[in-house]
């Protein structure tokens, strides 16, 4: 079994388990995978707690204002009726406008919160620390955790513009946030070890030979994206070069002729 410890820059996320048998197109797959996956899980674990606080997310044309210009514009929210959580509902304003305030009572929030505590632990770079490697199964455990206290707390579902709802049917938004810039697509993904990338085509007894009890610290990143200075011995990133081009000082040589 050969154990590689992924990160992302220095940050650690998980142990993965695999052979040295095995194709480093299907690793960097599987990897990207668990990768992505935890980040889903993450994003879940941060949302539902607003839920627990304050109810499903309004219609986007309703947030962010104020009651009054609510009555002005003689807007309704059509869901609010409709999901209601199981038990009854305590309203709980939302000082930010994003949801509708109307929030499931103590024994469903206990049902999500708890239910987050648990998903977060299944997927937590404290198993790596643990020596405990983190599979697709256990991440898709997580997803189905959370799934299911939703389900309990709102049998009749979520509206479909809440974000939690557009999580768990991967139609989730990311585009002008930070979370965007942390997922990686398979196709842009990549694995480095030991300053190398690890090539696709190859297998992972290429790099590591064929001893089985290996543990490696893994790099992924997206194309382009560079963990070493080697850009610092190209010539446009001397710090003089800009300076000698407006003195006319490049292609110069010294010495006789």
């Avoid at 606080?53 to 807007?75: K, S, W």
């Amino acid at each position: 079994m050969v154990l590689l410890h992924v990160k992302r820059g220095d940050e650690s996320h998980f142990l993965f388990s695999t052979t040295v048998d095995a194709l480093l197109e299907t690793v960097i797959q599987q990897i990207t995978a668990i990768y992505n996956g935890r980040l889903k899980v993450e994003r879940l674990c941060s949302e539902i707690p607003e839920l627990a606080d304050h109810g499903i997310t309004l219609p986007p044309n309703m947030q962010g204002l104020a009651e009054e210009q609510i009555v002005e514009l003689n807007l309704k929210d059509e869901w609010e009726d409709e999901c209601m959580p199981s038990g009854g509902a305590v309203f709980n304003n939302d000082d930010i406008g994003r949801r509708n305030g109307h929030a499931p009572n103590d024994k469903m929030k206990e049902v999500l919160m708890k239910t987050v505590e648990a998903a977060k632990a299944l997927i937590s770079k404290k198993q790596a620390e643990a020596n405990v490697c983190v599979t697709m199964e256990m991440v898709t455990g997580a997803l189905d955790q959370l799934r299911g206290a939703v389900m309990i707390v709102y049998p009749m579902g979520l509206p479909p513009h809440d974000p939690i709802r557009m999580e768990f049917e991967d139609r989730e938004d990311l585009s002008g946030t930070q979370a965007s810039l942390r997922v990686i697509a398979e196709d842009e993904c990549q694995l480095w070890w030991a300053a190398k990338e690890m090539q696709r085509g190859k297998k992972v007894q290429d790099y590591v030979g064929k001893n089985e009890k290996t543990k490696l610290v893994v790099k992924i990143q997206k194309k382009l994206e560079t963990d070493d200075d080697s850009y610092l011995d190209s010539e446009w990133s001397d710090r003089q070069a800009l300076k000698k081009q407006f003195q006319g000082l490049t292609n110069i040589k010294w010495g006789p002729r």
